[in-house]
């Protein structure tokens, strides 16, 4: 932390932004859809396609420190992000497996 400067800075001295507040009050929801439409830049996020690759998490997931060997960590590293979700699935696997059998 030593040698870093903080500057501070205040919400008075910002510039205004070009946006026409104006206009946009005095617009009908109906126009400001037909623009968004055409706007290629505003895409809806979810499509069909975002579906079909949406992975669902988990939500009771907790974080935990965990060793591993480090030859299994480097193994899932190397094959992409979202290693520690692969572990994850390898895990509950074994899990699932042994509750077949016990």
Known sequence: MSGTHITRRSLDGRK???TDWTRLDRQSEDETNDQAA???D???LVTEEWLAKAELIT???RPISIR???EVLEYFQKKGKNYQTRIN??????????????
């Open 89 to 102: 699935q390898v895990l509950r696997a074994y899990v699932e497996a042994h509750k077949k059998s016990a």
């Open 42 to 44: 505003a895409a809806p």
């Open 68 to 70: 591993l060997d480090a």
């Open 38 to 40: 055409s706007d290629p």
């Open 16 to 18: 205004a932004g070009r």
């Open 59 to 61: 939500p009771n997931k």
